[in-house]
């Protein structure tokens, strides 16, 4: 099973709103609603952020939105803050194994 | 509150083998829908996941690693075991352990994780 597409980098300023994409295929993404998203600080575990394409964990700040239109994942954050900087992955379940994206950059200028 | 630790060796040769616990608390493996997954990170590199065990004793691979792991459960110690053979310097990497709650939906997603341990190969 191929890794799920992200840009390697995205960035944004204080305030603004950022998206990062996610493209898999019909076989994974476009195939159901098990889509997940994680943050990841330098030197420490990920954090679940979204799951379902668009539901947040308890604890989760609502600047954290998710959605899927075909075979893309997106991740919006808004209101960007300074400890938003990190790594986001993108996830997808596909009967009985998981794959995750390669990972995006989010740098807060 | 879950918990979970990996534990294991720092270093191993090639060729070896290389044996990974999790030790989790706050949650029992008897718990229907509980599972735990390992997940891997190479140092700068993206997350892969590995093998999962669920409460069932149900077990899933990687495809592309499932010839070389086993992934095991102590249900009694609340410990799960991952077995992965023949350790190459491109296995490097950070190994965690993480668990997913009980879900009505199909699918998993890792809700709590440890801490990571990394794992080196080298001659």
């Known amino acids: 099973q191929s890794a799920l597409t992200q840009p390697a980098s995205v960035s944004g300023s204080p305030g603004q709103s950022i998206t990062i994409s996610c493209t898999g295929t019909s076989s994974d993404i476009g195939g159901h609603d098990y889509v997940s998203w994680y943050q990841q600080y330098p030197g420490k575990a990920p954090q679940l952020v979204i799951y379902?394409?668009?539901n947040r964990p308890s604890g989760v700040s609502n600047r954290f939105s998710g959605s899927k239109s075909g075979n893309t994942a997106s991740l919006t954050i808004s209101g960007l803050q300074a400890e938003d900087e990190a790594d986001y992955y993108c996830?997808?379940?596909?009967?009985?194994?998981?794959?995750f994206g390669g990972g995006t950059k989010l740098t807060v200028l | 509150q879950v918990t979970l630790r990996e534990s294991g060796p720092v270093l191993l040769k090639p060729t070896q083998t290389l044996t990974l616990t999790c030790t989790f608390s706050g949650v029992s493996l008897r718990t229907s829908g509980v599972c735990v997954s390992w997940i891997r990170q190479p140092p700068g590199k993206a997350l892969e996941w590995l093998a999962l065990?669920?409460?069932?004793?149900?077990?899933f691979y990687s495809t592309s690693l499932k010839t070389r792991l086993t992934i095991s459960k102590d249900t009694s110690k609340n410990q799960v075991v991952l077995i992965m053979t023949n350790m190459d310097p491109v296995d490097t990497a950070t190994y965690y352990c993480?668990?997913?709650?009980?879900?009505?939906?199909?699918?998993?997603?890792?809700?709590?994780w440890g801490q990571g341990t990394l794992i080196t190969v080298s001659s």
């Open positions: 996830s997808s379940y596909i009967t009985t194994t998981t794959v």
């Open positions: 993480a668990l997913s709650r009980p879900r009505l939906l199909p699918g998993w997603y890792f809700d709590y």
């Open positions: 065990i669920d409460w069932d004793d149900d077990k």
């Open positions: 379902d394409v668009s």
